[in-house]
């Protein structure tokens, strides 16, 4: 039903769909580019005009990049690293967010506002202090490294939080009369209520550590503790008119992020606007 | 309230809390709170990590406000934000609205227009370097089909590198603007929209006088989102032209990361970094005044 209630399309909605979907080729463009160049061989990619599809596919392309350079290492580590973040915030936050959400303690209102306030803070003006950190400790080329900065997320407590405070009081209020102790009542009654919160997060956050670039970049140095999206960048630097090869590790950083995003696109987009309405 | 009138139940409810926030509270302090602070001490220091760090007083900053290269960098980061902001913003709200009046097969184009979010923008930005290759990319072989002549040079242009990058991030960002804005868009009520027909007011009107006004609040949400995610572009600038040519796109977080990373000039790179950081601070602080004054709320 469109917004006037009317439940056919009209010529308006139909000149609409016509420019969307001139639009989603735009969209797609370059997904579509990424793939037929990856089936290439290097010697056609220069070819004009150019094809689509190759008259001599080379499927083999997906084969080389994980023999010329680590690339499985690669993918493992961001799957490695991309969980434990997860994992970790889940339960630092919804710990965190149980405590502001469902508990009274002298200086809630104070801590939660200075744990908003380090929304405001750019990642890039603590990127120096910890690198120096990680680096004192040791943590160079380490997965506690790549891992326990994202440990805790003052979004994913803000997110947990609100969702929490729609927690019916009197369900918290039932499970205390019958004796649960806090402990109980968060992994008892709190966490299974906020499961759909905990699943937006959940994707939220996996496919941003999937992404994630800089910190990875500037804290590991050996091949074998590079994650995807650093392994992708210095594939640039070595092989840089290997087209084909290049578009190929492109397409194998891209497909588990879009196969989580088909799996979870409503928890996901609920979780981006959540975000948004909280501030209210 | 007075120590001595909390009861039991209340000290152990305290108590507990406390117990759930403390890895959060470890976790923050170490990695946010004392980096933070950390970042600004260092903003006045000498230090190339091999060396221990010597004081500087206001060394970096003088040395900062005197760099062309460091006036370039905010330009060049004011010229990104200043361009890719509104028209993220701008084809981001067009798609929302398209796709909130139940055109065939909107569920499919949300989807697809989201896509770009998800991807990684190493990845995307290498495709898109590709696409732009100034000899063999496919924009310029379409371009040279089309009869133009004087193609441009895109990514080692210094007048066509920024507007390449710019084109990249809108193609990225759209769609999350596009996504907030649809939950704006479906947040306001639909019997407003019928009391206007009845009213007698025409499709522009109704735009003008309901959606807009209703829709300011996440507008003012997705433009301040908008302006600090801008501010700190740097995947689309390594990937695609390293800050090249001649720093023509050199940006902030990429002048942070090239004084610290390769230069190992850690309290440059702090000092910039705490630009950055009054940039973003002072965005936020001068929106959240501004919201008021502008931002109607049902």
Not at chain 1, 128 to 148: A, H, K, M, S
Not at chain 2, 21 to 29: I, K, M, N, Y
Not at chain 2, 66 to 85: C, E, K, S
Not at chain 2, 92 to 108: E, H, I, S, W, Y
Request: glycine content about 6%.
């Amino acid at each position: 039903m469109n917004s006037d209630g009317r439940s056919t399309p009209t010529l308006t909605d139909w000149l609409i769909f016509l420019a969307l979907l001139a639009g989603a080729i735009l969209m797609c463009g370059p997904f579509i580019w990424m793939i037929s160049t990856s089936f290439k061989p290097s010697s056609e990619v220069f070819a004009f005009p150019p094809t689509l599809l190759s008259a001599h596919p080379q499927p083999g392309n997906y084969l080389r990049i994980f023999t010329t350079i680590r690339f499985g290492q690669a993918l493992l580590n961001s799957v490695i690293v991309a969980t434990s973040v997860t994992v970790l915030q889940l339960i630092v936050c919804s710990m965190a967010a149980y405590a502001f959400a469902c508990l009274r303690f002298r200086g809630r209102e104070v801590l939660f506002l200075i744990y908003l306030a380090a929304l405001m803070v750019p990642s890039q003006v603590t990127l120096i202090p910890n690198f120096i950190l990680i680096r004192n400790l040791g943590w160079i080329d380490t997965y506690q490294g790549l891992i326990l900065p994202y440990a805790f997320s003052s979004f994913g407590t803000f997110l947990l939080r609100q969702y929490m405070k729609t927690i019916p009081g009197e369900l918290i209020e039932a499970a205390r009369i019958d004796g649960a102790n806090h402990l109980q009542i968060y992994a008892g009654v709190v966490v299974p209520l906020a499961l759909p919160a905990l699943g937006a997060l959940a994707i939220f956050t996996f496919v941003a550590q999937w992404n994630n670039f800089l910190w990875p970049l500037i804290t590991t140095s050996k091949p074998s503790m590079q994650v995807t999206t650093v392994t992708l960048a210095s594939l640039q630097g070595q092989f840089n008119t290997d087209w084909p090869l290049l578009m190929t590790g492109s397409v194998l950083a891209i497909v588990p992020m879009l196969v989580v995003f088909a799996l979870g696109n409503r928890s996901f987009i609920s979780g981006i606007t959540a975000g948004s309405f909280g501030g209210r | 309230m007075p120590k001595a009138n909390l009861s039991l139940m209340a000290r152990r409810e305290e108590r507990a809390a406390w117990l759930f926030l403390l890895p959060s509270l470890v976790l923050f302090a170490v990695f946010t709170a004392l980096p933070v602070i950390s970042a600004f001490l260092i903003s006045f220091a000498h230090w190339d990590l091999f060396n221990p760090p010597k004081l500087a007083f206001l060394d970096n900053y003088i040395g900062l406000w005197n760099d062309p290269i460091f006036r370039q960098v905010l330009g060049n980061t004011g010229y990104y934000v200043v361009l890719a902001v509104p028209l993220q913003m701008l084809l981001g709200l067009l798609c929302a609205l398209a796709l909130n009046r139940g055109v065939p097969g909107q569920a499919f184009f949300r989807v697809i227009y989201f896509l770009p979010v998800v991807t990684s923008t190493v990845a995307a930005g290498l495709v898109w370097a590709w696409l732009f290759n100034s000899n063999f990319g496919l924009i310029n072989m379409g371009l040279s089909l089309l009869g133009v002549d004087d193609l441009p040079k895109w990514l080692i242009s210094s007048k066509w590198a920024m507007p390449a990058v710019i084109a990249v991030s809108v193609w990225q960002g759209l769609g999350y603007s596009m996504v907030l804005f649809l939950a704006g868009l479906q947040n306001i009520r639909r019997d407003l929209y019928e009391a206007a027909a009845l009213d007698g007011a025409t499709g522009w009107s109704r735009f003008w006088h309901i959606t807009l006004p209703l829709l300011s609040p996440m507008t003012f949400f997705v433009l301040i989102i908008s302006i600090i995610g801008s501010f700190q572009v740097f995947e689309l600038v390594y990937v695609m032209t390293k800050a090249g040519p001649s720093n023509a796109t050199n940006t902030l977080v990429f002048f942070i990361y090239q004084n610290g990373f390769m230069f190992y000039q850690m309290g440059i790179a702090s000092a910039a970094a705490m630009v950055l950081f009054l940039i973003v601070l002072v965005l936020t602080l001068v929106q959240y005044r501004l919201q008021n004054r502008w931002v109607h709320y049902e």
